[in-house]
């Protein structure tokens, strides 16, 4: 058992603060925010993630896992502080230190025993190189025993807790292999590959790979664009691919592209340290254009199916980036919904989890109970995620209940030719039947 504490509560910090505990350790969750931890001492989750409430409350009530907004007593006895906090995306796309930098600082101000620092949040090639630097300089001399070690995540909203439990590998980095190995020992007992590397290289095998995923996504995007020009179904293109084991199948599904915490701001943190440091990232730039284009073809197919959309109400099925989590940053339906709005749209909108957060930023759409009363009257519906409740809709109902009959599929979940069937006008990403309507 090891004493470990995680600063910041947000996504990564809960989740990873929370699995540790699941382990056996002894964890102290520690926030800024006097209003999360609260809620969090009440079983109160701050995000919607599958299991993590059970998995929360049963270490909390075990006394495993603790929550605090006082960091000297968090990091009391941590042999382990983990920097989990949130690294925003700033004028130019740059990754935003100063949560980094305020925690590093902290760590220096409070602890006075050895100590390994964990880098767990996503920052640019070269921070733990700079975490040291600010916790020796803030020492002024008075000498602290401690190590950086880069520990970057690689979480999927959605499924979390089983990434946490079950990854494919561990990514240290560090100058020192005694504390990588320290660190290693954590997980340990999750049986996986353990990969060990200078603080830089595992600094970039995190945005290396997100970036990697996002232009799977984007190509996958671009090839649907020509399929539907030339007569041809992305989706079996897709599942052709994916039969070569040099290319797979993960991340080939066409839609309205990335979105969420992760891809668009690593993405363009990376682009950014390409130019910073003299090379010429075009391959993120297209990735990137791509991912925009998606959305805006909605908006081009609409037009091309009712012309103006002026006052034209249009219903949004999904508002989530993606399904099983109440998280809408940069989630394709807001592009799409501020694109609809400045057409003149009226626009309603539902989603499973994420109407909450959608209320703080969608004041001109109004958000409905069902996705049958954003179908009411609406000359269009959107599927903007693909969430399973969507999956088995009344479509004799909602035919009914709307007033022209357009669909646009933004996730291929639905079958075009039942559509054609039933008297919709569809369209869908990148499939052959797409404009047979």
């Not at 350790?25 to 701050?46: F, H, T, Y």
């Not at 179904?233 to 199948?249: C, L, N, P, S, W």
């Not at 759409?365 to 969430?387: F, H, K, N, R, S």
Request: glycine share 8%; charged share 20%.
């Amino acid at each position: 058992m090891s004493n470990i504490c995680v600063i910041g509560t947000g996504y990564v910090g809960l989740v990873t603060g929370t699995c540790f505990a699941d382990l056996g350790n002894q964890v102290i969750c520690q926030d800024i925010s006097a209003e999360r931890i609260d809620k969090l001492k009440n079983g109160q989750m701050p995000i919607f993630e599958p299991g993590l409430e059970q998995i929360v409350n049963i270490n909390y009530q075990s006394g495993r896992l603790m929550f605090t907004t006082d960091l000297t007593e968090a990091l009391k006895d941590a042999e382990f502080a983990f920097i989990a906090v949130g690294t925003p995306s700033g004028v130019d796309g740059e990754a935003d230190l100063q949560y980094v930098r305020m925690a590093a600082e902290s760590i220096a101000d409070h602890v006075n025993h050895p100590i390994i620092v964990v880098n767990k949040s996503t920052v640019p090639v070269g921070t733990g190189d700079w975490v040291t630097d600010i916790i020796r300089k803030r020492r002024n001399g008075n000498n602290l025993d401690f190590q950086v070690v880069s520990n970057p995540e690689f979480l999927r909203e959605g499924s979390a807790i089983n990434d946490f439990m079950f990854p494919d590998r561990i990514v240290l980095g560090c100058t020192n292999i005694d504390a990588a190995n320290q660190v290693g020992n954590l997980y340990l007992s999750l049986r996986c590959p353990i990969q060990i590397t200078d603080l830089r290289t595992a600094e970039m095998i995190k945005y290396a790979s997100n970036a990697f995923l996002a232009t799977r996504i984007s190509f996958i995007n671009e090839i649907a664009n020509i399929c539907e020009e030339v007569g041809a179904d992305v989706r079996e293109v897709a599942t052709g691919m994916g039969y070569d084991k040099r290319i797979g199948r993960a991340f080939l599904d066409a839609g309205l592209g990335w979105g969420g915490s992760c891809f668009p701001k690593d993405v363009k943190a990376l682009a950014h340290m390409a130019v910073l440091h003299g090379t010429h990232p075009q391959l993120l730039q297209a990735v990137m254009e791509i991912n925009r284009n998606q959305r805006r073809k909605v908006i081009v197919k609409l037009r091309r199916a009712m012309g103006s959309l002026n006052d034209k109400v249009i219903g949004v099925l999904g508002l989530s980036f993606k399904p099983n989590t109440d998280d809408i940053r940069e989630a394709p339906a807001l592009e799409v919904i501020h694109l609809l709005l400045n057409e003149g749209a009226c626009v309603r909108a539902y989603d499973p989890q994420a109407m909450e957060n959608a209320s703080h930023e969608l004041e001109r759409v109004v958000l409905c109970q069902t996705p049958y009363e954003v179908a009411e009257g609406a000359d269009a519906l959107i599927l903007a995620t693909e969430w399973n409740e969507f999956k088995q809709l009344d479509f004799n109902r909602i035919h009914q209940l709307m007033h022209t009959r357009i669909i646009i599929d933004g996730r291929n979940l639905w079958d075009p030719e039942r559509m054609k069937e039933m008297g919709f006008t569809y369209f869908g990403v990148g499939r052959a039947m797409t404009n047979n309507h």
